[in-house]
């Protein structure tokens, strides 16, 4: 793909969930406008459809971490290899987090997800993993279809930090998508942070953070922000399953001059 096509890959993608939100509050309000309380609507995510970006295909420059495959390009904190188990085209959590053998610095980063049914679970017990992009930025990885108003330890929020904008969670044994757009920490030239880290964040293509300034998050691999670093996926007890994980690396900057 050349660089000419890929910059428009993002508008599109971005120009869907502008649609897909915009329709999503619309019906909602109209709703509310015709006299009917919130205890009448569907249940949060009820009409948010397949993701738009599910399955996408990775461009030819990404650095493809899950194919569904093997877990190849994968280790655990020991080093060892993941024992996670490969099956029909998707990895299910078991006996440690994962983390990438390649690094990112800027990047689009591509994850799919699937949580399991666990009606017997409550709260953070339901279906609990993470996404650390970096090793250190933690977006939620939870059950939380249904839930009116998500807090900061639901599913896409910025773990501790920031709750989502709104719940495009699916149902549970449903395919989901998280595709994040990650801007790295900036550095002083004494290595102190001039700018922090942002995260732009389309959950089943909804935007659900918007360039977002955001600290290190607890659990994280390291503390070097401003650095390239692994994108680690959390293994919380639950299990979850993952496929086509991969990441676009992005330049810090455009050129400077004119034309």
């Known amino acids: 793909m050349s660089k ?29 406008q015709e006299g009917q309380g ?9 009409d948010i459809g397949p993701s738009p970006t599910l399955g996408m295909a990775p461009p030819a420059n990404a650095v493809v971490l899950f194919d569904g495959t093997d877990m190849s390009h994968w280790h655990g904190f020991d ?20 983390i990438a ?11 799919e997800f699937k949580e399991p049914f666990m009606p017997e679970a409550h709260g953070q017990g339901r279906g ?17 279809y249904g839930k009116e108003e998500l807090g900061k ?11 989502a904008l709104v719940n495009a969670c699916r149902p549970p044994e449903e395919w989901q998508t998280f595709d994040i757009i990650f801007r790295q920490a900036r550095l002083d030239a004494e290595g102190k942070i001039a700018e922090q880290t942002r995260i732009t ?10 360039n ?8 994280a691999i390291d503390p070097n922000e401003g650095t390239p670093g692994p994108l680690m996926l959390q293994d919380h007890g639950c299990p979850l399953q993952y496929r086509n994980i991969w990441f676009v690396p992005l330049p810090e900057k455009g050129a400077d001059k004119y034309e």
Not at 38 to 46: I, R, S, T, Y
Not at 101 to 111: I, P
Not at 154 to 163: N, P, V
């Open 4 to 32: 000419q096509a890929r910059v428009p890959v993002l508008f599109v993608l971005i120009a869907i969930a502008a649609v897909v939100l915009g329709a999503t509050v619309s019906n909602r309000q109209a709703t509310a």
């Open 38 to 46: 919130d205890k009448d609507l569907p249940p949060a995510g009820a």
């Open 79 to 98: 080093g060892k290899p993941v024992p996670w188990v490969v099956a029909d085209g998707a990895a299910t959590v078991r006996g440690g987090y994962a």
């Open 101 to 111: 053998n390649e690094t990112h610095g800027d990047a689009y980063l591509h994850v």
């Open 128 to 144: 609990n993993s993470g996404v650390f992009a970096q090793g250190r930025y933690e977006i939620q990885v939870l059950d939380s």
């Open 153 to 163: 330890g639901d599913c896409a929020a910025l773990y501790g930090q920031f709750a």
């Open 201 to 210: 964040l389309l959950h089943n293509g909804i935007v659900v953070h918007n």
């Open 212 to 219: 977002v300034a955001t600290p290190i998050i607890g659990g």
